[in-house]
């Protein structure tokens, strides 16, 4: 039996296709109260690639300085420790893909959702209202592989949200519309 949600066809399919002519070019906003849940934005692999990058360059070495010292002076059975930052670089690149697989943001009607977190779930909920500042920043590497982070500063500093590893036009969007939203909201205040 069909329970009316099994594709696009389905009426969570017709919803959804409803959903995406609202949404237009300006990306996926909800109404206010709309009882769906959020478009959910995963952030580009780059940044993946970057954080293995930076994970290889300092464990890589590590195994190196740890294996050689330990082979000559030690003997080869002391050598296996070198295994340790080996191990710890296979972790870590599992680890990091977690990580990167569990950051997401969906833009809605009134506020900005930013989820993240693999053990401990954290979501970040921002009014466009309360948005004092939003920044775009890209360090050196984060440019030589197209990234940029987008910084969200509100009245409270606890409540300060970012969101790495954006194309920096998508960052760049993201800035100018959520400060053409925040300054509409905050209008009224």
Known sequence: METGAAG?????????AAGAEAAGAEGPIRATGESGP?????????????????????????????????AVFAGPVWAAFAALPLAGIVWGWRMTG??????RYAER?????ISRGVLWREET?????RMQLVEVTSGPLERKYGLASLQLHTAAAATDATIPGLAPAEAERL??????????RSAGL
């Not at 580009?44 to 293995?52: C, D, F, K, M, Q």
């Not at 800035?175 to 509409?184: H, I, K, Q």
């Open 8 to 16: 696009p066809t389905g009426t969570a399919g017709a919803a959804e």
């Open 38 to 70: 959020p478009d959910w934005v995963g952030l580009p692999p780059g940044l993946l690639r970057l954080r293995r990058l930076l994970l290889v360059l300092f464990l890589g070495p590590l195994a190196l300085v740890v294996d050689i010292p330990l």
């Open 98 to 103: 977690r990580n990167w697989r569990s950051w």
């Open 109 to 113: 009607a009134d506020d900005l959702l």
């Open 125 to 129: 909920i921002v009014p466009y209202g």
């Open 175 to 184: 800035r100018d519309r959520l400060t053409e939203l925040g300054e509409a």
